[in-house]
């Protein structure tokens, strides 16, 4: 890790709260996907065949060498429109996801904040 990324992630651990800002040239890489289509046309197939060939979760413990806290790095998450269409139901159907894959109890807390 260099100086820049160390203040990056020091920036995103504590929102600024410190006064740290972000590092004026840093970037973002990353990037996602939007598929669009008339119901039958695949698209589920499609993304489910691509999917299979990645890791759902990576697990990190060393970083240019140097052994670090175990971290985990959530891939992707397959979510479906919940049946009522709500964003609650959304949002606890992502905290139940992060829960199956990390073994996390974020959907309790979610749950509990949502009432």
């Excluded at 990324?5 to 929102?15: E, F, G, I, K, N």
């Excluded at 919940?82 to 964003?87: A, E, I, R, S």
């Amino acid at each position: 890790m260099n100086a820049k990324d160390v203040q990056r992630r020091h920036a995103l651990a504590t929102r600024g709260s410190d006064g740290l800002p972000f590092p004026n040239d840093w970037k973002s890489s990353a990037g996602g996907y939007f598929i669009v289509a008339i119901t039958g046309m695949g698209k589920t197939t499609l993304v489910k065949a691509f999917l299979v060939q990645h890791p759902q979760v990576i697990k990190h413990t060393t970083y240019g060498g140097k052994p670090v806290p175990c971290r985990y790095q959530v891939v992707y998450l397959y979510l479906r429109i919940p049946h009522n269409g709500t964003l609650t139901a959304l949002c606890l159907q992502f905290f139940r996801k992060i829960d199956e894959l990390l073994g996390t109890n974020y959907s309790r807390q979610a749950r509990a904040c949502s009432r």
